[in-house]
């Protein structure tokens, strides 16, 4: 008995290269599946785990100082006359 294939070489490439465009077809359906359901899933409306920004509001940035502010804290001492008259 002969270990080598009674086929054609030419025969069994196109037979290989045909089982390869199937995978490959196969393949690309299922990255197509996986990118609709990834696309679904991150716009789908549940706001659970949204990730979208507070409110402004909620969010915003302390007043800037006042000048009466800045110089009360930079002599080492609050001066609360100064922080109750410019509020």
Known sequence: ???VSS??????LRSQYTHMRALLAIAMVAVVGL?????????????????SP?????T??????TAAKSRARSAGSWDR???ISNT
């Open 81 to 83: 006359s100064a922080s």
């Open 54 to 58: 507070a409110p402004a509001s909620a």
């Open 7 to 12: 086929q054609h070489p030419a025969v069994v």
């Open 1 to 3: 008995m002969s270990s």
């Open 60 to 65: 915003s940035a302390p007043p800037p100082r």
């Open 35 to 51: 990118t609709v359901a990834v696309v679904i899933l991150a716009t789908s409306g549940s706001d659970a785990g949204s990730t």
